[in-house]
């Protein structure tokens, strides 16, 4: 049996049940350093839970392709998680509801250049998944002791598909 799930584009609106999309504002929220930044501010909510701290770390992903075969949902119970690209190539995003502690159905998000996101906690959603070389990301998320991954080998696996 094979389950099929289109992309769709990456944007704020279609991404809010699962978290925030980063990227930039029309305008920045004010201009920094002499007039020649612009900060567009405060772009995710994020949680640590009462036990963690922040961290951020670079993961090299190797690059996938479509079609793609979606077998693997995680989340992190203890904190939020944030992908940002350190390429201007767009990248997968897989998230799904919460279906009484299971994965509800997946949808599949393509971003645009410039594009990250940060998943809310206890989110599922899909491991990294660029589709160019280099598939560097900075990942900001939760970094303490307590268990924080819980991982459902889906079967039978859906197909994301452009």
Not at 20 to 39: E, F, S, T, Y
Not at 50 to 73: C, H, K, M, N, V
Not at 103 to 115: D, I, K, N
Not at 133 to 140: E, K, N, R, T, Y
Request: hydrophobic content about 40%; aromatic content about 8%; charged content about 20%.
């Amino acid at each position: 049996m094979t389950r099929e799930i289109r992309t769709e584009p990456l944007t704020p609106e279609a991404f809010a049940p699962f978290g925030d999309v980063l990227q930039l504002r029309p305008k920045p929220d004010k201009l920094i350093n002499a007039g020649l930044c612009g900060r567009h501010h405060d772009l995710a909510q994020l949680d640590f839970g009462p036990e963690g701290r922040a961290g951020i770390s670079l993961f090299d992903a190797t690059p996938r392709s479509l079609p793609y075969t979606l077998d693997l949902l995680e989340r992190h119970p203890e904190g939020s998680q944030a992908f940002i690209p350190m390429s201007e190539h767009p990248f997968l995003v897989i998230a799904a509801p919460d279906d009484h502690g299971k994965p509800g159905t997946p949808r599949a998000f393509l971003t645009a250049p410039h594009q990250g996101v940060n998943f809310r906690r206890g989110t599922w959603h899909g491991v990294l998944t660029p589709l160019f070389s280099p598939g560097l990301f900075a990942v900001v998320d939760r970094i303490g002791n307590s268990a924080n991954l819980e991982e459902v080998f889906l079967d039978p696996p859906w197909v994301v598909v452009s």
